[in-house]
């Protein structure tokens, strides 16, 4: 039955993960013209937007994301009316990247736009740019068409006429393709693709899967099991693993019978834990789960949870069910035999040992919230109740090993009492993402660490005894384990006092708030691309001998800023960008526009590129079958790809690998 169901959760995880393409398609967008007036159109562009996505508003200003703009290619008889204006339900809020107010959608986008008509026939070309993003990826700036001609314009006198039609193409110096321009852009686009945008995805394919799409998985899976680690070493729970196990041992008249039920109680164990995390997911939805991450009041109210947890187990007061469940569940276990038996004793360990568990599965089902997957609780209580399971198990299958389990006593106090400050220090980390948000500039970079410095410092204060909380014992002696703990608490304290001068602490990064809020900054280490043209990059590539890193990034890309300041930053990074790589970023969002457009066919349908932005982002889309940012691939002089593609993963060691990988394959070319 175990086997069954291992084989079931694997088939779910990885469906789950293999619904996480590279292309993202989360916005489509429907344009109509309705008439208002004799002489006035409103064009509206009404949009659908997948859950976990925003769209940018208008008015944002510079030096953030992409916000919504419109733009036409050629109009005869029409000119705008006022500007582009963003309607319905537009959310604000400071974002903690770009240091700015943003305006967006979630759900649904509509922006209209109005059009004066100046003349009985009127043509009207042109395109709605917007940008959209979710907690982990940015879409490139993106273009909608639409084109919209009629005779039932406003009736002029010739005077007029010319004199409009003057006026509407002088100020808006808007013009559409001659023949010999258009032809000149069929004979770039046959030159253009030829030279650089045949695809390679099917090589990038059979050189593995992209680094860095199934981390998110892994890691709340990994963060669960070690909850479920630490929940086992907790007074709760501990003690109930021989009891349960000799309930089980002696209930039975044979030793295969004993181990079966033990195996059973694991199993739901597992099934109870699991429905948890299943339950948070459909309460939530998906949407919801992506907005945690930086929604402000979400955090506020994480940060108090987590605080009011840390007061538990340091001993302020204890988490309890009401004792009526326990009674009630305990009777249902007495007066039912078999599985359902089984199961409902189950249940009684999960409500005995909440007051232990309790706070480290709030954390756990935070802290994946947070991580914006919609499978995130259900995977993170897997692996919660997996660690807590296998005890049960294990202890049934070699009884033996009963004997040799630690006896209680006041170290369990001290485990939790460590979980108490683990659990304040990850509260900061909510009030950060508030703290930003709101630009209330209380937790700031250094105030943040000068917390974290304290908060270890006490820890190792208690492990040396030099502290005692509700519960625990005076000890005559230091024992070993606290000793190391001590230590290893001091050294960590010590390891972050550099990043109040500006050291980036890549250990503690992805927690801490970012640089750019600390005051006094001594650390100059940035890394910045060589080239930010694909084509230039290639002729540096071929000169110098060295393989092309190819960065497709975004001046509103959230992520691609963190994997620069977490990631490139890192001296072994630095080295390797520098000195053997030609790095290349190409921003998808350059509004430069290419000195002659580009006609290009995608999908079945032509479209036209205007910008720099444009030619690089139809690039990743075509020659790697790509759409979002940040996304990183390795080239040879020859465009070719000398490894997988890499994407969002914060790990050093993984994208130190990714390139070591990448120059590897250039040498053996």
């Not at 593995?208 to 998110?216: F, I, K, P, S, T």
């Not at 108490?420 to 930003?436: P, Q």
């Amino acid at each position: 039955m175990i086997k069954h169901f291992c084989h079931l959760f694997s088939l779910f995880l990885a469906v789950s993960t293999a619904a996480i393409a590279q292309m993202e398609d989360p916005v489509r967008f429907e344009t109509k013209a309705n008439r208002l007036s004799n002489d006035l159109l409103e064009l509206t562009f009404s949009a659908k937007v997948d859950k976990g996505w925003h769209v940018y508003a208008t008015d944002i200003g510079s030096g953030g994301p992409t916000e919504a703009t419109f733009h036409l290619d050629s109009s005869k008889g029409a000119q705008p009316d006022g500007a582009l204006q963003s309607i319905g339900q537009v959310k604000e809020e400071v974002d903690p990247i770009f240091q700015m107010p943003v305006r967006y959608f979630e759900g649904q986008a509509t922006f209209v736009q109005r059009i004066r008509l100046t003349q009985p026939e009127y043509v009207i070309q042109g395109y709605l740019e917007y940008g959209a993003c979710n907690d982990q990826n940015c879409l490139p700036p993106t273009q909608v068409e639409f084109q919209f001609s009629g005779k039932d314009g406003p009736q002029t006198s010739a005077e007029e006429k010319d004199e409009i039609t003057d006026k509407n193409f002088s100020d808006s110096e808007i013009k559409t393709f001659d023949s010999d321009e258009a032809s000149a852009v069929k004979a770039d686009r046959a030159n253009f693709e030829a030279q650089i945008y045949a695809p390679v995805i099917d090589q990038l394919q059979s050189l593995g899967e992209q680094q860095g799409r199934n981390r998110g998985l892994i890691t709340i899976f990994l963060l669960g099991f070690v909850g479920g680690l630490l929940a086992l070493l907790t007074p709760c729970v501990w003690p109930i693993i021989p009891m349960t196990v000799s309930f089980f041992l002696h209930r039975s008249s044979s030793r295969s019978r004993a181990l079966r039920e033990a195996s059973l109680y694991g199993l739901s164990i597992v099934v109870i834990y699991l429905l948890l995390g299943l339950i948070v997911t459909l309460l939530f939805g998906a949407s919801a789960l992506n907005a945690l991450s930086t929604n402000a009041l979400f955090n506020l109210f994480f940060f108090a949870l987590l605080v009011l947890f840390a007061i538990s187990f340091l001993g302020g007061f204890e988490l309890t069910l009401p004792s009526s469940w326990n009674n009630k569940i305990n009777q249902k276990a007495d007066s039912t035999t078999g599985l359902l038996s089984i199961f409902l004793m189950a249940f009684t360990l999960a409500l005995v040992s909440f007051s232990c568990t309790g706070p480290i599965i709030g954390f756990l089902l935070v802290e994946v919230s947070t991580m914006g997957s919609i499978v995130g609780p259900a995977i993170g209580m897997f692996g919660f109740a997996l660690a807590l399971a296998l005890p049960f198990s294990l202890f049934a299958l070699f009884p033996s090993w009963l004997k040799k389990m630690p006896k209680s006593g006041g170290w369990m106090n001290c485990v939790k009492v460590s979980l108490g400050f683990i659990e304040l220090a990850f509260a900061l980390k909510f009030l950060s993402v508030a703290d930003l948000a709101y630009g209330w500039h209380i937790l700031d970079r250094e105030t943040f660490l000068s917390l974290w410095i304290a908060l270890s410092l006490l820890l190792g204060l208690y492990y040396l005894g030099l502290i005692r909380f509700a519960g625990d014992e005076k000890n005559d002696h230091l024992s070993i384990p606290r000793c190391f703990l001590a230590l290893s608490s001091f050294a960590f304290a010590i390891y972050m006092v550099p990043g109040l001068w500006g050291a980036p602490l890549k250990a503690i990064s992805a927690f801490s708030p970012p640089l750019s809020t600390q005051d006094f900054n001594l650390y100059k280490n940035h890394v910045e691309a060589a080239y930010n043209d694909y084509e230039e990059g290639l002729h540096a590539a071929r000169a110098t001998g060295k393989p092309m890193l190819i960065d497709f990034t975004g001046l509103g890309c959230v992520n691609c800023r963190k994997m620069e300041n977490s990631v490139w930053t890192d001296e072994r990074v630095r080295q390797q960008l520098t000195d053997d790589f030609i790095l290349v970023s190409l921003f998808v969002d350059d509004k430069t526009p290419l000195p002659s457009r580009l006609e290009v066919e995608e999908n079945g349908t032509q479209r036209i590129l205007r910008t720099i932005g444009d030619k690089w982002s139809y690039l990743q889309r075509h020659k790697f079958g790509a759409n979002t940012q940040p996304f990183y691939v390795i080239l040879n002089e020859e465009g070719q790809p000398l490894n997988h593609s890499y994407a969002y993963d914060e790990n050093v060691d993984h994208f130190l690998l990714f390139l070591q990988k990448g120059k590897e394959n250039h040498r053996k070319h």
